[in-house]
Protein backbone atom coordinates (compact mmCIF):
# COMPACT_ATOMS: atom_id res chain seq x y z
CA UNK A 1 0.00 0.00 0.00
CA UNK A 2 1.02 3.45 -0.59
CA UNK A 3 1.99 5.25 2.40
CA UNK A 4 0.23 8.25 3.63
CA UNK A 5 1.26 9.56 6.82
CA UNK A 6 -2.50 9.69 7.73
CA UNK A 7 -2.75 8.29 11.30
CA UNK A 8 -5.13 8.80 14.15
CA UNK A 9 -4.45 8.02 18.47
CA UNK A 10 -5.90 4.14 18.57
CA UNK A 11 -5.54 3.07 14.73
CA UNK A 12 -1.85 1.63 13.01
CA UNK A 13 0.66 2.36 11.95
CA UNK A 14 1.17 3.90 8.39
CA UNK A 15 4.94 2.07 6.97
CA UNK A 16 7.09 4.05 4.64
CA UNK A 17 8.85 1.07 3.26
CA UNK A 18 12.35 2.76 1.65
CA UNK A 19 15.31 0.45 0.05
CA UNK A 20 17.20 0.37 3.32
CA UNK A 21 15.17 1.39 6.18
CA UNK A 22 11.81 1.14 7.05
CA UNK A 23 9.78 4.22 8.80
CA UNK A 24 6.91 3.14 11.13
CA UNK A 25 4.48 6.45 11.93
CA UNK A 26 1.91 5.85 14.94
CA UNK A 27 -0.17 8.71 16.60
CA UNK A 28 -0.09 8.73 20.57
CA UNK A 29 -1.84 10.59 23.45
CA UNK A 30 -3.66 13.87 24.09
CA UNK A 31 -1.79 15.70 21.96
CA UNK A 32 -1.94 13.49 18.72
CA UNK A 33 1.79 13.28 18.61
CA UNK A 34 3.47 11.17 16.11
CA UNK A 35 5.85 8.80 16.83
CA UNK A 36 8.40 6.87 14.17
CA UNK A 37 9.84 3.52 14.18
CA UNK A 38 13.20 2.93 12.05
CA UNK A 39 14.18 -0.43 10.98
CA UNK A 40 17.19 -1.14 9.20
CA UNK A 41 16.52 -3.16 6.13
CA UNK A 42 20.03 -5.18 6.51
CA UNK A 43 20.45 -5.52 10.60
CA UNK A 44 16.80 -5.19 11.18
CA UNK A 45 17.93 -2.82 14.22
CA UNK A 46 15.51 -0.76 15.34
CA UNK A 47 15.80 3.16 16.20
CA UNK A 48 12.80 5.76 18.04
CA UNK A 49 11.97 8.85 17.16
CA UNK A 50 9.94 10.24 20.36
CA UNK A 51 8.46 7.93 22.89
CA UNK A 52 5.81 10.71 23.22
CA UNK A 53 3.25 8.76 24.91
CA UNK A 54 1.05 5.57 25.40
CA UNK A 55 3.94 3.06 25.83
CA UNK A 56 1.95 0.06 25.28
CA UNK A 57 1.33 1.15 21.73
CA UNK A 58 4.95 1.81 20.76
CA UNK A 59 6.16 -1.26 22.94
CA UNK A 60 3.77 -3.21 20.60
CA UNK A 61 5.26 -1.32 17.51
CA UNK A 62 8.52 -2.22 18.51
CA UNK A 63 7.89 -5.92 18.70
CA UNK A 64 10.13 -8.91 20.29
CA UNK A 65 13.33 -7.32 18.21
CA UNK A 66 13.62 -4.67 20.65
CA UNK A 67 14.94 -0.87 19.83
CA UNK A 68 18.72 0.09 20.34
CA UNK A 69 18.04 3.61 20.40
CA UNK A 70 15.43 6.48 21.26
CA UNK A 71 15.89 10.21 20.43
CA UNK A 72 14.18 12.73 21.78
CA UNK A 73 13.31 15.65 19.11
CA UNK A 74 12.93 18.32 21.91
CA UNK A 75 12.25 18.81 25.71
CA UNK A 76 8.38 19.58 25.72
CA UNK A 77 6.99 16.59 28.38
CA UNK A 78 4.21 15.70 25.34
CA UNK A 79 7.29 14.41 23.18
CA UNK A 80 9.04 12.08 26.03
CA UNK A 81 5.79 10.76 28.35
CA UNK A 82 6.28 6.89 27.60
CA UNK A 83 10.17 7.20 27.55
CA UNK A 84 11.12 5.78 30.97
CA UNK A 85 9.05 3.30 30.32
CA UNK A 86 10.27 2.18 27.05
CA UNK A 87 13.92 2.49 28.09
CA UNK A 88 12.72 0.42 30.85
CA UNK A 89 11.62 -2.24 28.64
CA UNK A 90 13.75 -2.14 26.17
CA UNK A 91 17.18 -1.15 27.30
CA UNK A 92 17.26 1.45 24.96
CA UNK A 93 20.16 4.26 24.44
CA UNK A 94 18.97 7.89 24.73
CA UNK A 95 19.89 10.66 22.41
CA UNK A 96 18.48 14.09 22.86
CA UNK A 97 19.54 18.10 21.47
CA UNK A 98 22.69 19.16 23.94
CA UNK A 99 20.70 22.26 24.96
CA UNK A 100 17.26 20.36 25.90
CA UNK A 101 19.00 17.39 28.01
CA UNK A 102 18.55 19.02 31.24
CA UNK A 103 15.18 19.60 30.43
CA UNK A 104 14.25 16.14 29.85
CA UNK A 105 13.31 14.10 33.46
CA UNK A 106 15.15 10.34 31.71
CA UNK A 107 18.82 10.47 31.53
CA UNK A 108 20.23 11.28 27.90
CA UNK A 109 23.18 8.89 27.12
CA UNK A 110 24.22 10.66 24.56
CA UNK A 111 23.68 14.83 23.69
CA UNK A 112 23.72 15.54 20.32
CA UNK A 113 25.13 18.65 18.51
CA UNK A 114 24.25 20.09 15.33
CA UNK A 115 26.27 17.35 12.17
CA UNK A 116 26.56 14.64 14.76
CA UNK A 117 25.37 11.27 13.41
CA UNK A 118 22.58 8.68 14.73
CA UNK A 119 22.90 5.30 13.39
CA UNK A 120 20.27 3.01 13.22
CA UNK A 121 22.02 -0.42 11.69
CA UNK A 122 23.95 1.00 8.51
CA UNK A 123 21.26 3.33 7.58
CA UNK A 124 22.90 7.25 9.03
CA UNK A 125 20.39 10.15 10.42
CA UNK A 126 22.42 13.71 10.89
CA UNK A 127 21.17 15.70 13.65
CA UNK A 128 20.53 19.36 12.84
CA UNK A 129 20.12 21.59 15.79
CA UNK A 130 17.06 23.81 15.30
CA UNK A 131 16.77 26.97 18.10
CA UNK A 132 13.84 28.30 18.81
CA UNK A 133 10.78 26.77 19.48
CA UNK A 134 13.19 24.76 22.45
CA UNK A 135 16.72 25.40 23.10
CA UNK A 136 17.77 22.10 21.59
CA UNK A 137 15.69 21.00 19.24
CA UNK A 138 17.29 18.44 17.06
CA UNK A 139 15.49 17.28 13.24
CA UNK A 140 17.07 14.24 12.02
CA UNK A 141 18.04 13.78 8.55
CA UNK A 142 18.45 10.35 6.33
CA UNK A 143 19.92 11.14 2.63
CA UNK A 144 18.64 8.51 0.98
CA UNK A 145 20.97 7.15 -1.33
CA UNK A 146 18.49 5.81 -3.71
CA UNK A 147 15.63 8.60 -4.01
CA UNK A 148 15.37 11.54 -1.91
CA UNK A 149 16.10 12.62 1.57
CA UNK A 150 13.69 12.01 5.12
CA UNK A 151 13.58 14.52 7.97
CA UNK A 152 12.37 14.26 10.95
CA UNK A 153 11.63 17.29 12.32
CA UNK A 154 9.66 17.21 15.80
CA UNK A 155 7.87 20.48 16.47
CA UNK A 156 9.78 22.80 14.41
CA UNK A 157 8.33 22.55 11.05
CA UNK A 158 5.17 21.25 10.05
CA UNK A 159 2.51 21.70 6.57
CA UNK A 160 1.88 25.57 6.95
CA UNK A 161 4.52 26.72 8.89
CA UNK A 162 7.37 26.49 11.59
CA UNK A 163 6.99 25.66 15.52
CA UNK A 164 5.16 27.65 18.19
CA UNK A 165 7.76 29.93 19.03
CA UNK A 166 5.14 31.52 21.30
CA UNK A 167 5.14 35.62 20.19
CA UNK A 168 8.92 35.46 20.76
CA UNK A 169 9.96 37.60 18.17
CA UNK A 170 13.72 36.30 18.78
CA UNK A 171 12.57 32.94 18.76
CA UNK A 172 10.86 32.89 15.89
CA UNK A 173 13.45 34.54 13.42
CA UNK A 174 15.92 32.38 15.08
CA UNK A 175 13.90 29.20 14.56
CA UNK A 176 13.10 30.67 11.03
CA UNK A 177 16.90 30.86 9.96
CA UNK A 178 17.81 27.59 11.37
CA UNK A 179 14.84 26.33 9.56
CA UNK A 180 16.38 27.82 6.14
CA UNK A 181 19.60 27.71 6.63
CA UNK A 182 19.81 24.20 7.46
CA UNK A 183 16.98 22.43 6.21
CA UNK A 184 15.56 24.27 2.69
CA UNK A 185 19.19 25.47 2.09
CA UNK A 186 20.43 22.35 2.15
CA UNK A 187 18.12 19.56 1.23
CA UNK A 188 15.68 19.41 -2.34
CA UNK A 189 12.02 19.74 -2.76
CA UNK A 190 11.33 16.20 -2.83
CA UNK A 191 12.62 16.05 0.39
CA UNK A 192 9.73 14.38 2.74
CA UNK A 193 9.15 16.04 6.27
CA UNK A 194 7.92 13.93 8.86
CA UNK A 195 7.09 16.26 11.57
CA UNK A 196 6.14 15.80 15.62
CA UNK A 197 2.22 16.20 15.04
CA UNK A 198 -0.14 15.77 12.22
CA UNK A 199 0.40 15.14 8.48
CA UNK A 200 3.53 14.66 6.57
CA UNK A 201 4.26 17.51 3.89
CA UNK A 202 7.58 18.14 1.46
CA UNK A 203 10.04 21.19 0.97
CA UNK A 204 8.48 21.78 -2.09
CA UNK A 205 4.72 22.16 -0.74
CA UNK A 206 6.73 24.17 1.83
CA UNK A 207 9.15 26.33 0.17
CA UNK A 208 6.92 28.92 -1.87
CA UNK A 209 5.70 30.07 1.80
CA UNK A 210 8.75 31.41 3.30
CA UNK A 211 8.63 34.61 2.87
CA UNK A 212 4.60 34.65 3.99
CA UNK A 213 5.88 33.50 7.10
CA UNK A 214 8.41 35.91 7.80
CA UNK A 215 6.18 38.40 6.84
CA UNK A 216 3.36 36.66 9.44
CA UNK A 217 5.74 36.75 12.04
CA UNK A 218 4.52 32.47 13.31
Given at each position: MTYSGAVKVGGGADVHELQDLMISKVAVGPMDNNAYLLRCRATDEQLLIDAANDAETLLTLIGDDGIMSVVTTHQHGDHWQALAAVVEATGARTYAGREDVAGIPVPTDVPLSDGDTVNVGHVSLTARHLVGHTPGSIALVYDDPHG?????????????????????????????????????????????????HGSDTTLGAERPHLQEWRQRGW
Open positions: HPHVFTGDCLFPGGIGNTHQDPKAFASLLHDVETKIFGTLPDETWVYPG
